[in-house]
């Protein structure tokens, strides 16, 4: 349908320079960091990130990305300088686009961090009402359960979300 068109189109780009420093900061997340935890992997996943906005300041997709690098540092580092960037980064995805599954998705993550339960379940509700079929949006609600502490749902979300994307390394 148009809308469901509209969706996929959501979070793009025009600039392929800039999509090409968001696949180069999504390689070193997803392929490098994820896999080494070395934190070259994860300074090179963020340069790669920021570049890609600095050629395309409204690239939903790439916030998305930067949201998850600092996100995974966090949880494997502790490092609380982090949540002050997802937060401020789920801040401007809001400014550019609150309406769209991404940013909804963005803002479910960081209140799940902060363990603001209600409005995270309400971001992520409306994240996977409007695009049920992404991977990262139900791996989102998966962490949400996690994070609850309801291990079944979590485990039928993040299965779910393997089965749109076996690729996504969260998910497991």
């Not at 996929?8 to 090409?20: D, H, I, L, R, V």
């Not at 803002?107 to 079929?133: C, E, H, M, T, V």
């Not at 994070?147 to 390394?169: E, H, Q, V, W």
Request: proline residues 3%.
């Amino acid at each position: 349908s148009p809308q469901v068109l509209e969706q996929f189109k959501s979070g793009e780009t025009q600039n392929m320079q800039a999509y090409e420093y968001y696949l180069k900061g999504m390689f070193f997340m997803n392929s490098r960091y994820l896999k080494t935890l070395e934190e070259d992997d994860f300074q090179q996943s963020v340069v790669m990130l920021e570049r890609a906005l600095e050629l395309d300041p409204s690239f939903v997709k790439a916030y998305t990305g930067l949201v998850w690098v600092y996100t995974s540092h966090l949880m494997y580092t502790g490092n609380q300088a982090d949540l002050k960037k997802v937060l401020k980064l789920s801040q401007k995805l809001e400014e550019i686009s609150p309406d769209s599954a991404r940013a909804l998705f963005i803002l479910g993550l960081y209140y799940a961090l902060i363990s603001d339960f209600d409005r995270s379940f309400a971001s992520f509700k409306k994240a996977w009402q409007l695009s049920p079929n992404d991977a990262e949006i139900s791996y989102g609600l998966g962490f949400f359960y996690y994070r609850t502490g309801l291990y079944t749902n979590a485990l039928r979300f993040c299965n779910k979300s393997i089965d749109f994307d076996p690729d996504m390394p969260h998910s497991y």
